[in-house]
């Protein structure tokens, strides 16, 4: 089938109604793998990788060995869209009534929980920067305030000619004006007009992309508009959307994020050689994008579901996801290490010795930025993480053994226990597993 007709078939296939009394036992989210109940232990080992990705691309940017390691911002937002989507997600289903006052209760957990896990650590970082005079925040102070960070470094041109330890928080900035609109949409829009929404997402940020081009805005400025982002945002949430509505017996998660990889892996390699062989097309770059953020797709889905073998092990391994837990702090703290550290050293007699090594750069500006993040987050961002439970969703979803009970046409096993030896969940994962709501997953940066 041609990706046109896959799309189109996405588009048009009816969307098995649910009724109304069944809607809090909506078929579950991914299995917790370990940790408290519904987070997802290998989707913080996903984190890690991302912060280590753009951590490097910023300081050792001559050492890129010809990978993207800046799109671990791309990597960010698949997650969040994929994370965020699956919470709202879970809360309109436990809300059987879909009430106006019930939404309304979901709409303020959300953006209470939002506001404690990330609000502080942010506004105390730019407080304590403006009191010592950290430049440029006296002049960019107002932007950041406001998370409209993108939309200054985008009429500015560029980054500027000065070292800019804030210019990071662009993508924070791109993420709140996702989270202002997002949560209305999926509380208020029908299943099937949200499928639509979120395919015209993915497929919208290309054509925007190209089109800003050539309107004239500065290329290295394009990726910072929230449109430009959608198809990062929108693959995550379609992920999390197909994890609990399957769409018939054919697109389910498990499948189109096989198609993921298989299109979107070469996708992006066969761009990126176009584009070094155009000496730099955005066109291709843009389009080359677009096929990696689907490889992305799979890389999220697949950890989702708990991967097996040597690369599952490595993601929920304990130091792994611990720098996952902690990944929202060390994306907060990475950039000042570039300022910090020099100083430092020129105070110790070293300067010359720091300048000269790029791997002591790194390995200095790791240990800065991990002490900043260790001691932030058990001292100040956990103890405020801990005030969510004062602002539960109104209900959680329940855990199907059985959710033929929700899609008799999509699983047809024997589930008497005594005689079937197959999980409830193998034909929808291809694999032994239960799912479990990922509505605590929040201590990360999502």
């Not at 990705?53 to 990597?75: D, E, F, K, N, R």
């Not at 130091?319 to 702090?329: D, E, L, M, N």
Request: one cysteine or more; hydrophobic letters at 45%; glycine letters at 8%.
């Amino acid at each position: 089938m041609s990706i046109i007709g896959t799309v189109e078939s996405l588009w048009r296939y009816p969307i098995k109604s649910v009724r109304r009394e069944q809607l809090d036992e909506v078929l579950p989210p991914p299995r917790r793998l370990a940790g408290r109940q519904g987070h997802l232990a290998q989707l913080d080992g996903v984190r890690a990788l991302a912060i280590t990705s753009v951590a490097w691309s910023h300081w050792a940017p001559g050492y890129s060995l010809g990978l993207p390691w800046g799109t671990g911002v791309q990597l960010f937002f698949v997650l969040s869209g994929f994370l965020i989507s699956g919470i709202l997600l879970d809360a309109k289903a436990g809300e059987p009534n879909q009430s106006v006052s019930g939404r309304f209760a979901i709409w303020r957990s959300f953006y209470a929980r939002r506001f404690l896990r990330i609000f502080p650590l942010y506004y105390a970082v730019l407080m304590v920067t403006f009191l010592l005079g950290v430049s440029p925040i006296t002049h960019t102070g107002k932007w950041h305030v406001t998370y409209l960070s993108n939309f200054f470094y985008v009429q500015q041109g560029g980054w500027g000619h000065m070292i800019d330890p804030f210019h990071h928080f662009w993508s924070l900035a791109v993420e709140e004006q996702f989270y202002l609109v997002w949560p209305f949409l999926i509380l208020l829009l029908t299943r099937r007009t949200l499928l639509k929404v979120l395919i015209g997402m993915i497929l919208i940020a290309p054509v925007f992309r190209i089109t800003m081009y050539w309107m004239g805005v500065q290329k290295e400025m394009i990726h910072l508009l929230p449109f430009s982002c959608m198809d990062s945002l929108g693959i995550g949430s379609l992920f999390a959307y197909m994890m609990r509505y399957p769409i018939g017996t054919v697109w389910q998660a498990d499948r189109v994020s096989r198609l993921c990889l298989l299109l979107g892996l070469p996708g992006c390699l066969g761009f990126a050689l176009l584009e070094r062989i155009s000496h730099g097309s955005f066109v291709a770059r843009s389009i080359g994008h677009f096929w990696l953020v689907l490889f992305y797709g799979w890389i999220v889905c697949w950890a989702a579901t708990g991967s097996r073998g040597l690369a599952g092990l490595f993601l929920q391994s304990r130091p792994i996801a611990y720098v996952g837990k902690i990944s929202y702090g060390l994306y907060v703290f990475h950039l000042f290490a570039i300022l910090a550290i020099p100083a430092i050293a020129s105070q110790i007699g070293l300067g010359e010795t720091l300048a000269a090594s790029v791997p002591l750069k790194v390995v200095s500006n790791a240990l800065f930025t991990m002490i900043l993040a260790m001691a932030s987050w058990h001292l100040f961002e956990a103890p405020i993480n801990n005030l969510k439970r004062y602002f539960p969703y109104t209900s959680k979803p329940k855990v199907l053994d059985h959710p033929q009970q929700i899609f008799p046409h999509v699983l047809e096993v024997n589930l008497n226990p005594t005689t079937n030896t197959q999980r409830p969940c193998d034909h929808q994962l291809g694999k032994s597993t239960r799912y479990q709501s990922p509505t605590a997953n929040e201590t990360g940066r999502v």
